[in-house]
């Protein structure tokens, strides 16, 4: 492995590169927060010091994404995937249907983890069909009758793929995993009665998760859920019921504030397609190269490519590696390459990679 003395151009998919600028903001007060002599990480939760650390990152958090109020925004602990559990814990009754549309790892993931509890839920489509390169049309016609909610995962963090439109329905409520993409554009935030997102991906540190869900439809239940699953609990709680991930908190809330002084969703939106766009449009004049994902489909997020020659594959990441891009390989079953290029991604990271696969080609191709 080589060693390096500054910082490389990041592109992990989760945990993912935060910006440069909160990392050294974080910094600057890790041993003595705002002259309490201690840092964020030693002090209580239960203190005004901290109270006003996780307010100001949920009234940010509900300015950059223009919350109605009768939305909740949650911290929770244990992951993305402690939400595979929870939400049809909190949203169906025994005995009652969703659906799922299995767009990869993920959503199979969640649909397995709620069909132990409610054995009625059904996949309304199977991307295994074209090796998780597409995503469905979802329309109220293929909404199963009595299905409580439509699950879907936004953008597919392994496969590149995400759905460039959401879709409207009518039949039921549309819930979806935003794991790798919370933050990266704006949403029809209406249009959604729960959203979630781990946020090693796009936010901040593993192991803390933001849950944003509709008041009005949460229902009353007829069995027990447990405490940190619980999300009115966790809400009338205001994320304190237990001792959360304070630190993580602290610097997601540091994301946001960056966030906004970048200008918001929409300046953070526009960079990110200009990004996608100038890397997609190199591997695709490539001769090397090519992007497996159909064009509609393809993520602003995570940008899989590979080689029409494998031999040349582990060449390109030694390269790379060396060259201090770090973390170019592609999911474990899927081979080739992944390029997360999340907000914290700085243009001139895209810029140095095309430059790289362009470099490659000359002497390669
Ligand atoms: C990374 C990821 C997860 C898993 O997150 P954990 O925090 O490890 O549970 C779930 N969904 C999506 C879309 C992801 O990208």
């Known amino acids: 492995m080589p060693t390096f003395t500054h910082r490389v151009f990041n592109f992990n998919a989760g945990p993912a590169m935060l910006p440069t600028e909160v990392m050294e903001e974080a910094k600057s007060e890790f041993l003595n927060y705002k002259g309490t002599g201690m840092s964020v990480m030693e002090m209580s939760h239960r203190g005004n010091v901290f109270q006003n650390i996780l307010d100001e990152s949920l009234s940010d958090l509900r300015e950059l994404l223009e919350l109605p109020s009768r939305y909740a925004v949650v911290y929770f602990p244990g992951g993305a995937t402690l939400q595979f559990s929870a939400i049809p814990f909190n949203y169906l009754k025994v005995g009652e249907s969703a659906d799922f549309a299995l767009t990869g790892v993920w959503a199979k993931k969640a649909y397995e983890e709620a069909k132990k509890f409610y054995p009625n839920v059904k996949s309304i489509f199977n991307g295994a069909d074209s090796k998780y390169m597409e995503l469905p049309t979802i329309t109220d016609e293929i909404v199963n009758e009595g299905a409580k909610y439509v699950y879907i995962t936004s953008n597919n963090t392994i496969y590149g793929t995400r759905y460039k439109t959401f879709p409207k329905l009518k039949k039921a ?57 619980n999300f009115a609990l966790m809400e009338k709680n205001g994320s304190l019921y237990n001792t959360p991930p304070t630190y993580s908190i602290y610097i997601a809330g540091l994301v946001f504030k960056y966030l906004k002084r970048k200008g918001g969703l929409e300046a953070m939106e526009a ?88 470099e490659f080609e000359r002497t390669h191709g």
């Open 271 to 358: 960079t990110n397609e200009r990004k996608a766009k100038k890397l997609y449009e190199t591997i695709d004049a490539s001769n090397l190269f090519y992007a497996p994902v159909p064009e509609e489909f393809r993520s602003a997020m995570n940008v899989v490519f590979r080689s029409h020659n494998e031999a040349l594959d582990s060449k390109f990441l030694a390269l790379a590696e060396e060259q201090g891009f770090a973390g170019l390989k592609g999911y474990r079953d899927m081979g080739g390459f992944r390029a997360s290029i999340y907000n914290a991604m700085p243009v001139e990271g895209v810029d140095a990679l095309i430059s790289l696969i362009k």
């Open 173 to 229: 409520p549309l819930f979806a995993d935003m794991t790798s993409e919370l933050l990266s554009r704006k949403l029809p935030i209406e249009d959604f009665s729960v959203i979630f997102a781990g946020a090693q991906k796009n936010i901040g540190p593993s192991g803390l998760t933001l849950v944003i869900y509709d008041k009005e439809k949460l229902p009353t239940l007829d069995h027990p859920i447990p405490n940190l699953m």
